[in-house]
């Protein structure tokens, strides 16, 4: 199928504002939503409180597709896959042959309980690149702003920022962590090759100096803010094996950064379908 976003839903509040950015990112970039209900221990214990059956986890998904597709030109199914989250959201991404996945972790958890730690637990399970909210806030992708460190390697992730940033038309804001010590010659070279390779790519693209990289996150988050990001893009160390995100101490508190902006993430050996 591609060109698919899903939003995996137990319609809380948190699923439900992922589900109305990803109807709005589908309107905008021509694409559909699939809403990924996975059907397990959790669900079976909400319909016996309901004194219902799997009928009416089916009644909600048509319910928010509706609603999702009212006043808009884009495609909505529902989707149940029996099993934990973990279990059907690569099988959904695979299916599906999705692009993206939305999550929130913004408002109330529902009865499936996707609080912050598990939404992390979500994230390592996903086989696409993610996005998550944190609050009701823009959902264009037309600004990203993305760490660097030139001491590290980054050819495979410029290159999923470069895909990223041409299917979605979007400024790359390279924000360039320097470690409290550098030499200088040595910081040249590696800056002017990434400014070689960034070139290459035909992308808009501004460097943004992080200084004090190990303590920088409140500079990163303010001079986000400054540059007006819509997006901040974490990506993997190219180091790290297998094709899923796994967030570290740093990219946490990125995640749920105080300025409430959304976070692209992204292991550079995804495949990022166009």
Not at 11 to 38: T, W
Not at 53 to 78: F, H, M, P, R, W
Not at 244 to 273: H, Q, T, W, Y
């Amino acid at each position: 199928m591609g060109r698919t976003i899903i939003v995996p839903t137990d319609f809380s509040e948190g699923s439900l504002l992922a589900a109305e950015k990803a109807a709005l990112l589908a309107e905008l970039f021509d694409m559909r939503v699939c809403l990924l209900h996975a059907y397990n221990h959790y669900t079976r214990a909400w319909l016996a409180e309901q004194d219902a059956d799997v009928s009416l986890i089916q009644q909600n998904l048509n319910t928010l597709a509706y609603k999702l597709t009212n006043g808009k030109e884009i495609e909505v199914e529902g989707l149940i896959i029996e099993g934990t989250i973990y279990e059907a959201l690569p099988l959904a991404i695979r299916r599906e042959e999705a692009q993206v996945v939305i999550l929130s972790s913004w408002g109330k958890t529902g009865f499936q309980r996707f609080t912050k730690p598990k939404l992390l637990r979500i994230l390592s399970a996903s086989t696409a690149p993610t996005i998550i909210f944190n609050q009701k806030a823009n959902s264009m992708l037309r600004k990203i702003f993305m760490p660097i460190n030139v001491f590290r390697r980054w050819n495979a992730k410029i290159d999923a920022a470069a895909r990223i940033c041409k299917f979605y038309k979007a400024t790359l804001f390279i924000a360039e962590m320097r470690p409290e010590e550098v030499f200088e010659k040595e910081h040249r070279e590696q800056l002017t090759k990434l400014v070689e390779r960034l070139n290459q790519e035909e992308i808009e693209y501004i460097i943004v100096p992080i200084y004090h990289a190990e303590t920088g996150l409140e500079e990163f988050t303010e001079k986000a803010l400054i540059a007006g990001a819509d997006f901040i893009l974490l990506t993997s160390d190219e180091e790290e094996e297998g094709n899923r995100f796994k967030a570290g101490p740093d990219e946490e508190k990125l995640i749920f950064n105080s300025a409430n902006l959304p976070v692209v993430c992204v292991n550079p050996f995804m495949r990022i379908r166009s």
